[in-house]
């Protein structure tokens, strides 16, 4: 008969592999800190605890050495490095709103970081423009910060929604003037939002949804970068390889999306739209990678 594992050597077992993922991007990616028995300190400033990293990786940190791991870690040592050195302002300066698939594991940091949610996406704060880390990202929830941020955070997210709706009404227009000079509609970054995020502004789910009459449109993202609506483009093998084919911190949604005005929703059929069963061909990617490892 099975046994339970004690909690003392599952405890023991997590710190482990917490500890080799600091270790993983110490060596990986030249990151100047020190692991300690409270918490890990860095070179350039500020200190990350135990809870902070568990919380930053999630459960990434069964594979410690992946590049989703290290650069979910990288971010909170950047985070904490900037409230350590510039203060709580200077990292309210770099905060936008950001979205991620509600059900994949890559990037997305859990309840405690969402918002918002639109069906299948989901919103909350994230940050850009920190030295050295690549490109935008969830802000991640660190225990070890929450009483210098939690309630500015509540007042900053308030804006940084607002200025999602405006970057949409942007797209909206950028949508128009190619639909007018007969050019591809292709969904793509602006300002602060990648693709995945401007899909949380009800302003261009609106627009994208009312576009041929019919309330509803069929949505490509596979990628954080690019978007289509043509259905030349809206089709599962094509939606599934090029989400195989991207980097773990590029990849969006896997298979085609249904979006209204209210929200995004990964569908189990599309109906007319794509007269078919729509699934995953790769599944969640944290999944298929630890099945790689067994």
């Known amino acids: 008969m099975d046994r339970a594992e004690p909690p003392r050597t599952r405890a023991a077992a997590r710190r482990a592999e917490l500890r080799q993922a600091v270790l993983a991007l110490a060596v990986l990616d030249d ?23 568990a919380a930053a990786v999630g459960a990434w940190a069964a ?11 990288l971010v909170a040592t ?50 850009s423009d920190l030295a050295g880390m690549p490109g935008p990202s969830p802000l991640p929830p660190l225990p070890s910060l929450d009483d210098v941020l939690a309630a500015r955070l509540a007042a900053r997210w308030v804006e940084v929604r607002e200025d999602l709706e405006r970057l949409g009404g942007l ?55 690019r978007g289509w609506f043509d259905l030349a483009r809206i089709d599962p093998a094509f939606v599934g390889a090029a989400w195989a084919a991207s980097e773990p911190m590029d990849r969006a949604f896997g ?8 929200a995004v929703t990964v569908p189990a059929v599309l109906g007319d739209v794509l007269a078919g069963v729509l699934a995953d061909p790769a599944g969640p990617s944290l999944d298929r990678d630890l099945r790689r490892r067994g």
């Open 78 to 127: 950047k985070v904490v490095g900037v409230v350590a050195v510039g203060g709580a302002d200077e990292l309210l300066g770099t905060c936008h709103a950001h979205g991620e698939p509600a059900d994949t594991a890559t990037l997305g940091c859990g309840p405690a970081w969402v918002r918002e949610r639109a069906g299948d996406l989901v919103l909350g704060l994230g940050v």
């Open 31 to 53: 990151v100047d800190l020190v692991p300690g028995d409270d918490g890990v300190d860095l070179a350039a400033g500020g200190r990350l605890t135990w809870p902070d990293v």
């Open 255 to 262: 298979s085609p999306l249904l979006v209204t005005t209210d």
């Open 63 to 73: 594979l410690p050495e992946h590049p989703v791991t290290r650069h979910r870690l």
């Open 171 to 225: 797209v909206v227009a950028r949508l128009e003037r190619d639909a007018q000079e007969q050019r591809p509609l292709v969904l793509r970054p602006t300002g602060t939002a990648d693709v995945v995020t401007l899909l949380g502004s009800r302003r261009l789910r609106t627009a994208l949804a009312d576009g041929d009459g019919t309330g509803m449109r069929g949505v490509a993202v596979p990628v954080r970068e």
